[in-house]
């Protein structure tokens, strides 16, 4: 992760977005910090009438700093904060100085989501991870560390995960990866090997890439909720492009996390089990 960081820094803070509609603004966000992670957190009016998803961004290299504002105001969350305002979701945007590789820093991102669930409306059902380059790995990393908390990811041009990370832990939350083929700064096989690793937690062999594509490839995975689009061209920097797709929000926005039974539920449904075999046996004894 290291070898790409300076190379991120100056184009991800830099970079412009495609087809949007208009530059987000400070006064878009609240302040929505800790001592120890600087972060905002935009707010939907829908809040006021009901419970509303959370969508957790995290910044590339560009924003990488303490300042709480060039995460939000550097254009790469344009486009997706143009979804939440549409879709009438929380869009929470943290701010890293030192990346987001540690599980220290992603259990502190974890810990500010825990607290939004408490001091707003949102609904805990439906958290959604995304972030782009070095966020993009970082969101790999948030739904190894968290993953019975998320009900959808989208990492983007996704430096690899921290070493040591679990492919089944990512195989668990349903995730549509992006990347483009020919995107020099982060190459596709990053993300190409993650997406390998989690197929093999079910067996299913990894998708087979066209050598010479003329269109963008897309793969979904039969045994996992699990896509992966690789654009023929965009380099790399797709994300803005990413946010605006409709399919990507849709398939995002529908899926809703369902809870484990509690432990007395458990207890309940067993009993019941219990019962009805027991009536089964019964019946059988009398027939004989």
Known sequence: MRFYFAILCGLSLFASDAAVSSAANINDFIDFSSPS????LYVPPAAATGPRPLIVFLHGSG????????????QNINNLLLAAKNRGAYLYAPQTSTGWSSTTVMDRVMGMIDQAIVDENVDNRRLYATGLSLGGGGTWNLINRHSDRFAA?????AVGPTWGYSPANLARVPTWAFHARNDMTVPSTETRNVVASMLATTGEA??????APRTDFLFQSTTLDLR????????????????????????????TLVPEPSAGVLMLLT??????????????????
């Open 37 to 40: 992670l600087p972060g905002r």
């Open 63 to 74: 924003e990488v700093g303490n300042d709480n504002q060039v995460q939000v105001t550097g």
């Open 153 to 157: 990811a989208v990492p983007i041009c």
């Open 206 to 211: 990894p998708p087979v890439y066209p050598e």
């Open 228 to 255: 992966y689009t690789e654009y023929r061209a965009g380099g790399h920097v797709i994300w803005g492009k990413v946010f605006i797709t409709a399919a990507m929000q849709e398939w995002m926005f529908s899926h």
């Open 271 to 288: 009993g019941l089990g219990l019962v009805g075999a027991g009536r089964r046996s019964g019946a059988r004894r009398r027939s004989a």
